[in-house]
Every structure is written in structure tokens, then in C-alpha cells.
């Protein structure tokens, strides 16, 4: 299957991306064109007032890096033209299944479905007009959808799924580059082409030449530094939460959830539902107080760290944060409405099971004198990576501003202070 070049578009950050007229099909498609309506860091605007990039150009740049991936001699080696192709789409595709305000809406799909974006990932792309469009150009759309979302059955490539979704795949290099560039941040300087290098296949697995171990820190670590300062930014988080408190207050009057086709589903952006919003009386106000930059406001904080899910599990759970939503409410003398428990927790390293390693860990290899690839732990050969694994735990108590003086007190009073055992970086 030859490829055919259409053209060239200029990205900001990679500069001149190369597309074939098989991608610009895809690209023109209903589906992808939608990512133009959706935000990257929905609620980051009110932080950083670049951060209005959308879904769209961060799609078109995960696509690019699969490409590089893709053409790296250690990879295209085991790979025929169509399979390389077909991760390009896929990578393309890997974002479809976002819904209006990204990650917001996946909040209430999640409570209310049981669905996350990945899910509705694989349904567009088996379901919508983007099944023709890729059966026309002769692939596999059922193959693609899975590829798309990191769950294609291939046993013997496993690597083809890494490339878009693991511990290091090419959509986290693109975020972590693409979020600072656009909110100026400044804290992802990596040489995402270096890893892209040193990349390789090992018992049909993606590992990292440890000789790119120095860029890897640098992407652990810009991860880490844009997770506390762009995607958990105590401001930004108030947005989020504004948006998703709108989005649950107006669900039922509104039926956002409740769609049966994926047009249906895709007839919704942050434009169309921002509208439905506004005019929702239950979810109007919140838009509102939005439009105006009234925002929550933090009363109470804490960050921790710790190695095991156990306490990321625990405060994650709903029941028990309204436990401590209710006492502190009570302890306020406020309305328990008023009182929100927002616990935003990652781990350090973004992490995907792989046959190899344990699911903390980034696989890496070294080359003996021999040119074999021995297998390595992350954690043995870097100090930073090993004091980094664990999981960031933040604990933030939201009030509305007339309130903040005393849901503040009575948090301190009901939480206290976190164990400092629990604060401690390991």
C-alpha cells in the first residue's frame, strides 16, 4: 500500500508535519474536525490565558511522533507499511472519544455509564462514519479501534499498542511538550526525540535505552512539575469542578448522558454544551459565576506522597468524601452543598501493565558488549526515578468565598494535620 503525501501543516512545536492523503481523509472526518471544539486543559484558561489549544492539534501531534516512532530502525524493522500506517490513525484517533470540557465530562460518563473516553474511543471509530472512511482506505476498523486505546490482540506486538498508550507513550510526550508550550509554564523541555531514539523491542515489548536515561528524568520529572502546576493548579481545579457540578446539576434536564448513537454523542462540544448550560436554570448560575471569574476558592490544603494505592484508594472513594463533606459542613454550620473534597491523585509515572515489569516501572534495557538487550529496573539505575514512583496525593477543601474564613477552620479542625509520614517524598 503506497503512501501518498497531501501535503504539510506547521505545528508550533514540531515544526513541519508531513501528512499522507490517507491521514488528511481521516483528519477531514466529522469526528477529528470536533477536536477543534474541544479544550486541551479545560478550566486552565483561568490560570494560564493561553491554554486554549484544543484536542485537535494535540491529536495531529501524537500522530506525528507515532511517526517517528514508527520510522526509529529498531521499530520499523518489525513492522510492514500497512501496520505503520495504521498506528499513524490510530494515534490520530486515540483522543475521538472526548467529550465536551475533556476529562469533565468523563467525570459524570463514568458515574452515570460506567464509560471513559477510551471506551467511547473505540465505539466512534467502530460505529460512526470513521468505519467506512477506514474501510474504504483499506484497513482494519475494528483493528484500528482497538489500537486506538491500547488494547489491540496481538500478543506478538504488543509494542504497536505502547507506542500510543503506556508508561512513555507518544501521547504523554506530546501533553507534557504541548501543555507547557501553550501556558507558558515551562517545565516541559524534553528531548522527547531522544527517548523516541533510544526506543526499542524487547520480548515483543517498548523499552528505553538506558543510554537516554537523562531525558527520561527530564520527563519524569516535567510530568510531575506540570501535574502540580498546570493540571492541579488550585484554580484551574476550581474551574473543573465548577464545570462538572454544572454538567451533573443540568444532566437530567439536559440529557447529556443520555445518547444512543455516536452523532449524538459527537453533536456535543464545549461550545454547544457551554450554551445548553447557560440556559439550564439549575447549572445557569455556576456558567455564570464562570463567565465572571468567580470562582471557588481553596480554604484547605494538604500534598503527600506515598508508595502504595492504599490511601490514593481511600480518599478517591465518593462515600468517603462525603463523610468528611458532611463533617466539616456540620462543623462549619454550612449547607453541605457548600463544601467540596477534591482529591486530583496520579502517580508520578504514568503506568500500563506491561509483561515485563511491574506496573510502576518504565521499561528499560541495556546493550552487553555482545549487542544483546538486558532487561533493567528503572529504579535501580536512577535515584530520581526511584524517589519519584510513588503516587501525589492532594487533599483541597473548596467553599464558596463568603464562606472560606470558616469551612477553613473546621477542615483544619476535622482533617488536621496529614500524618507527616504521609508527607514525606519517598
Known amino acids: 500500500m503506497k503512501r501518498v503525501y497531501w501535503g504539510e501543516v506547521k505545528d508550533p512545536v514540531y515544526g513541519y508535519i508531513y501528512i499522507t492523503e490517507h491521514e488528511k481523509t481521516i483528519i477531514d472526518s466529522y469526528p477529528v474536525q470536533r477536536l477543534r471544539r474541544l479544550r486541551q486543559l479545560a478550566g486552565a484558561e483561568y490560570v494560564y490565558p493561553g491554554a486554549n489549544h484544543t484536542r485537535f492539534e494535540h491529536s495531529v501531534g501524537v500522530m506525528y511522533l507515532s511517526s517517528r516512532v514508527i520510522e526509529n530502525p529498531s521499530i520499523s524493522r518489525l513492522v510492514d507499511e500497512e501496520e505503520a500506517e495504521m498506528v499513524k490513525i490510530a494515534a490520530l484517533l486515540h483522543d475521538v472519544g472526548h467529550g465536551p470540557f475533556s476529562h469533565v465530562f468523563e467525570q459524570l460518563s463514568i458515574k452515570k455509564l460506567g464509560k471513559t473516553h477510551e471506551d467511547f474511543t473505540a465505539w466512534i471509530v467502530r460505529k460512526s462514519e470513521l468505519k467506512d472512511e477506514i474501510s474504504r482506505l483499506g484497513y482494519n476498523a475494528e483493528e484500528i479501534a482497538d489500537l486506538a486505546v491500547g488494547r489491540m490482540k496481538n500478543v506478538d506486538k504488543a509494542f504497536l499498542n505502547q507506542?500510543?498508550?503506556?508508561?512513555?507513550?507518544?501521547?504523554?510526550?506530546?501533553?507534557?511538550?504541548?501543555?507547557?508550550?501553550?501556558?507558558?509554564?515551562?517545565?516541559?523541555?524534553?528531548?522527547?526525540?531522544?527517548?523516541?531514539?533510544?526506543?526499542?523491542?524487547?520480548?515483543?515489548?517498548?523499552?528505553?535505552?538506558?543510554?537516554?536515561?537523562?531525558?527520561?528524568?527530564?520527563?519524569?520529572?516535567?510530568?510531575?512539575?506540570?501535574?502540580?502546576?498546570?493540571?492541579?493548579?488550585?484554580?484551574?481545579?476550581?474551574?473543573?469542578?465548577?464545570?462538572?457540578?454544572?454538567?451533573?446539576?443540568?444532566?437530567?434536564?439536559?440529557?447529556?448522558?443520555?445518547?444512543?448513537?455516536?452523532?449524538?454523542?459527537?453533536?456535543?462540544?464545549?461550545?454547544?454544551?457551554?450554551?445548553?448550560?447557560?440556559?439550564?436554570?439549575?447549572?445557569?448560575?455556576?456558567?455564570?459565576?464562570?463567565?465572571?471569574?468567580?470562582?471557588?476558592?481553596?480554604?484547605?490544603?494538604?500534598?503527600?506522597?506515598?508508595?502504595?494505592?492504599?490511601?490514593?484508594?481511600?480518599?478517591?472513594?465518593e462515600e468517603f468524601r462525603e463523610q468528611l463533606r458532611d463533617r466539616i459542613a456540620k462543623k462549619a454550620n454550612v449547607d453541605p452543598e457548600d463544601v467540596v473534597i477534591d482529591v486530583p491523585t496520579v502517580p508520578s509515572v504514568p503506568y500500563h501493565p506491561s509483561m515485563l515489569t511491574d506496573p510502576m516501572e518504565i521499561p528499560v534495557f541495556r546493550k552487553t558488549q555482545d549487542g544483546k538487550k538486558e532487561l533493567q529496573r528503572l529504579s535501580d539505575i536512577s535515584g530520581i526515578f526511584e524517589v519519584l514512583k510513588g503516587f501525589i496525593n492532594i487533599l483541597r477543601v473548596y467553599t464558596d468565598e463568603s464562606l472560606r474564613e470558616k469551612v477553613g477552620e473546621a477542615a483544619l479542625d476535622v482533617l488536621g494535620e496529614i500524618p507527616f509520614s504521609a508527607k514525606i517524598s519517598y
Open 163 to 317: 507506542i500510543i498508550s503506556s508508561s512513555i507513550d507518544v501521547d504523554k510526550m506530546d501533553f507534557v511538550v504541548r501543555d507547557t508550550y501553550h501556558t507558558g509554564a515551562g517545565y516541559g523541555f524534553v528531548d522527547v526525540f531522544r527517548i523516541i531514539h533510544m526506543l526499542g523491542v524487547l520480548g515483543g515489548s517498548l523499552a528505553v535505552d538506558m543510554s537516554a536515561l537523562s531525558a527520561l528524568e527530564s520527563f519524569i520529572i516535567a510530568r510531575i512539575e506540570s501535574f502540580k502546576s498546570i493540571y492541579f493548579h488550585r484554580v484551574g481545579r476550581a474551574a473543573q469542578i465548577m464545570l462538572a457540578m454544572a454538567l451533573e446539576k443540568a444532566n437530567e434536564e439536559l440529557g447529556l448522558t443520555d445518547f444512543k448513537t455516536p452523532e449524538e454523542y459527537l453533536a456535543m462540544d464545549d461550545y454547544t454544551v457551554w450554551a445548553m448550560l447557560k440556559k439550564c436554570s439549575k447549572s445557569r448560575p455556576i456558567i455564570q459565576n464562570l463567565e465572571r471569574r468567580k470562582m471557588l476558592k481553596c480554604a484547605y490544603e494538604q500534598t503527600f506522597y506515598v508508595r502504595d494505592k492504599t490511601v490514593t484508594n481511600i480518599f478517591s472513594a
